[in-house]
């Protein structure tokens, strides 16, 4: 009986010689699985069928299916608290099985498992490689096999037949909008922020399962990071323990001084400037029991074993800020203050100071030889707000400190700017603020000298009056001595707070994490695996979706860490609402925005086709670098697939992904706002301004947090005190203690301490972060076309690291490091063969691929 047994198996098999049945191969394989929090999953629980690109069943018109095969066994490595696990497989194919582009999978084991890759060697000495990267649960809930597809890229209507019902099937599955989401289930469904509405429009979101409603009542105290995300886009376990370590580390050192504070009844105003810069000097043992308490009360299970691992920490403190390395004071430097406005964590903000629409004469830059001329004014001086207010700086206010030019030839020249955090900030300013928040909408002129360094020459704060035609301002200028010299601090600490609020709100979070997401979620219902521009975008949409709802949950909810920490408090999200409606797709590329806030001109001489109207702008200059090697980059490759306007037009998937961008994800934008992605040129200016925003702006935006904003007095993210006004009781008290009124303005002790805690997390990238450039070897592998663009991409980079660090070390270029002494890195793109990260683990140089952080 076993006999027969064997024979009729062998024979099923094909494996017999002269029996009906066809002549098998065996293709041997590896598939790696990521665990934790538990033993490995079992090989024989996992049972994989590769799918044939060439031949079509005919039962079933899809691609021909090879043997079902359970994984064998496997090595097993610990990293960083999971569990990596090799496993064997050996697949039967029939020999005209053909080449297999795909490959399914079926979970059988009670748990989930992450697969993170999975190659096949076939015959002739090729291997195929799967990067998988996604959650596989088990059949039991899923009730189907997971299907993934190779590194190769087709067009819809390329697609090998016996691969398109996959193709399609897979889709249809990624929009599949059924009720509440389960954990294991993959769809791909739209929230609306904050209730969003005409009124309050936002970008859409991925479903989470949790409210988002700012009238939401009894906001938890405890974090809930029980959050759904599509299996595709959680981050892989590795990433996911580092990022709850960090936090973990950060809320219990933040409790350690909290605890510290309440001992001695000393949480108000630092006493002193020694006092602030003890929060990084003071160096801590290992936390208390209470203190490792007060923390799991805060934060969830899951993170229970990370706060274990801090008792480990032997001693503990906040890394020195890079503003305070190099020079103490370098923050009270008017020039410093200015240059950060060019080079700092929020450069993208100050214009030009233009010509107005009114006036007779246009103006003219002066490159080479050559001029460029530039008609495009709409800004006169004195600024004005858009209820026709004018500003109240006056031409003898400043005149004085524009190294003999009159204001009108200042402007002309093109040598005026401005910081205006006026206009969107007076409609939010008076409102009750039960948390003593004292906050004016300012306005910031700047001069720029010979030497290409900013000057400010005047700062307008402005309080809004008892009508809307109504403006309370007063304007300050640069004093170096004297009591005017401390008045002028505590006004450019006002401008710095509505800086540091802009940058967080808007710059960082709205205009590349918020903005992005529905071009992910458009992307993984209607772009294939295996469709060209998802494989281009796949690097750039890595761990978003799943940051952003840890963002949703914890930093810019109703309650979040930015409401408790910004002056803006519970306004936030309804200020961020508003400069929404000012977004526009087609301005954030680079050149576009450069052109738009009159920091370049259209040159068409340049690469981009503008030029700088000073060199000496390091954001600028640095991006435009690698903006036109992203470009490079994806018109090359989008002309290996798209010969014409026709084919784009005609490539229904990037047709359905676009419009649903456009219908769905961002249906407040105006029309005026899109690329009508009718043509081959539109593609490829979409395409590079997505990877520049997920990439080079976001790395420039984010990168350089911490150094910055971690020390209160360069960028507080609130201010407690108005400018005294004279004769008053506070400019008495002023007048006794300047430099005790100036720290009685700064957050409060506890307030600070949570502020660095938040900048330190939001700082540090992962120890295994892809950088721009980077792909994993075998996605490139089979296309040699692809691989040599991709090595010029990488070689151009190269060339631009070089340009930077020369940049950098040259003495006349002032902006690169300024009084601080910190180079501008915010836009180098590092390797992960050389140090990218400072001594302190603070990231400050190299350029992730996406917004991960």
């Known amino acids: 009986m076993k006999i027969a047994a064997s024979i009729h198996r062998r024979v099923s098999e094909g494996l017999v010689l002269g029996t009906a049945s066809p002549v098998m191969q065996a293709i041997t394989g590896e598939i790696v699985l990521v665990t934790y929090k538990g033993p490995s999953v079992p090989g024989r629980s996992v049972v994989v069928q590769l799918v044939s690109r060439d031949e079509i069943d005919p039962a079933t018109g899809n691609g021909r299916l090879s043997r079902k095969a359970s994984l064998e066994y496997g090595d097993s490595v610990k990293e960083e608290g999971v569990k990596v696990t090799s496993y064997a497989v050996n697949v039967k194919v029939e020999r005209r099985f053909g080449t297999p582009s795909a490959f399914l999978v079926a979970n059988k084991h009670q748990r989930k498992f992450f697969l993170q890759q999975a190659t096949f060697n076939l015959p002739g000495g090729k291997r195929l490689h799967f990067q998988c990267y996604s959650w596989v649960y088990p059949i039991r809930e899923t009730t189907r096999d997971r299907i993934f597809f190779t590194n190769n890229c087709y067009l819809p209507n390329q697609t090998p037949a016996a691969l398109l019902p996959f193709r399609t099937e897979e889709l249809r599955c990624l929009r599949d909008e059924r009720g509440e989401q389960k954990e294991w289930e993959r769809a791909y469904v739209y929230d609306s922020f904050h209730d969003g509405t005409e009124q309050r429009p936002y970008p859409r979101h991925i479903l989470t399962g949790h409210s988002s409603d700012p009238k939401a009542e009894n906001c938890p105290a405890k974090v809930n990071l029980d959050i759904f995300v599509p299996p595709d886009d959680q981050m892989h376990p590795r990433k996911l323990l580092e990022l709850q370590a960090r936090a973990t580390r950060a809320l219990v050192l933040y409790l350690d001084h909290e605890a510290e504070f309440s001992q001695k009844e000393d949480s108000g105003s630092f006493n002193s400037f020694e006092e602030i810069l003890e929060v990084f000097s003071a160096i801590r043992g290992p936390p208390k029991e209470n203190t490792l308490n007060e923390a799991r009360k805060i934060l969830p299970k899951e993170y229970h074993r990370a706060i274990l691992e801090t008792r480990k920490q032997k001693t503990r403190k906040f890394p020195l800020p890079c503003i305070l390395t190099a020079n103490r004071w370098a923050w009270k430097d008017d020039n410093e203050f200015a240059r950060q406005m060019l080079a700092g964590t929020n450069p993208t903000r100050v214009c030009l100071l233009r010509v107005s629409p009114t006036s007779a004469y246009s103006y003219t830059i002066n490159f080479r030889e050559d001029a460029v001329e530039d008609t495009r004014c709409f800004q006169e001086f004195p600024p004005q707000s858009r209820s026709g207010i004018s500003s109240l700086i006056k031409k003898e206010y400043i005149e004085y400190n524009l190294d003999g030019l009159t204001t009108e030839q200042a402007v002309e020249q093109c040598r005026m700017f401005i910081l205006d955090h006026h206009d969107y900030l007076i409609p939010f300013l008076g409102r009750d603020d039960t948390r003593g928040i004292c906050a004016y909408a300012s306005r910031t002129l700047l001069f720029l000298r010979g030497d290409s360094t900013l000057k400010p020459v005047a700062i307008e704060l402005t309080l809004p009056g008892s009508s809307s035609e109504l403006e309370i301002s007063g304007v300050f200028c640069p004093r170096s001595e004297g009591i005017n010299s401390a008045i002028w601090q505590l006004a450019k600490t006002h401008v710095a707070a509505n800086d540091c609020a802009y940058h967080q709100l808007i710059t960082h979070w709205l205009q590349t994490h918020a903005v992005i997401e529905p071009f992910i979620i458009a992307a993984r219902r209607q772009l294939s695996v295996m469709h060209p521009v998802h494989w281009l975008l796949r690097p750039h949409f890595r761990d978003t979706i799943h940051i952003n709802a840890l963002y949703r949950s914890i930093i810019v909810n109703c309650g979040g860490l930015l409401e408790k920490t910004l002056f803006t408090g519970e306004a936030s999200t309804e200020l961020t609402s508003e400069l ?49 090697a992203i470009w490079t980059w994806v018109k090359e490759f989008c002309w290996l697939f798209y010969r014409d306007d026709a084919a784009v037009e005609s490539d229904k998937e990037l047709q359905a992904w676009w419009s649903e961008i456009r219908n769905v994800g961002h249906h407040y934008e105006p029309e005026d706002g899109w690329y009508s992605m009718k043509k081959l040129p539109d593609l490829i200016q979409a395409l590079t301004t997505i990877i520049w925003i997920t990439s080079a702006h976001h790395a420039a935006v984010s990168s350089g947090q ?148």
């Open 580 to 628: 929404y409606k000012e977004w526009r797709f087609n301005e954030q590329g680079l050149p576009a925005d450069l052109l738009k806030r009159g920091m370049a001109v259209e040159d068409p001489q340049e690469p981009a086709g503008v030029r700088l109207i000073f060199e000496d702008y390091p954001y600028g200059k640095d991006g435009l670098d690698i903006w036109m």
């Open 706 to 853: 911490y150094a910055y904003a971690s020390y209160p007095p360069n960028r507080p993210p609130l201010c407690r005190t108005y400018i005294p006004e004279e004769g008053s009781m506070e400019f008495a008290e002023f007048l006794g203690d300047t430099d005790g009124y100036y720290l009685k303005m700064l957050p409060r002790k506890s307030e600070t301490i949570l502020w660095v805690a938040l900048m330190e997390v939001l700082s540090r990238h992962g120890s295994d972060e892809p950088l721009l450039g980077q792909r994993p070897q075998f996605e490139l592998n089979g296309n040699e076309e692809i691989q040599k663009l991709h090595d010029k991409f990488k070689t151009n980079l190269r060339e631009i690291r070089i340009k930077i660090s020369k940049r950098n070390k040259n003495r006349e270029l002032k902006n690169r490091r300024g009084p601080a002494g910190i180079p501008y890195n915010l836009l180098y793109p590092g390797t992960s063969d050389e140090d990218a990260l400072s001594s302190q683990g603070i990231s400050g140089k190299c350029i992730p691929n996406s917004i991960s952080i």
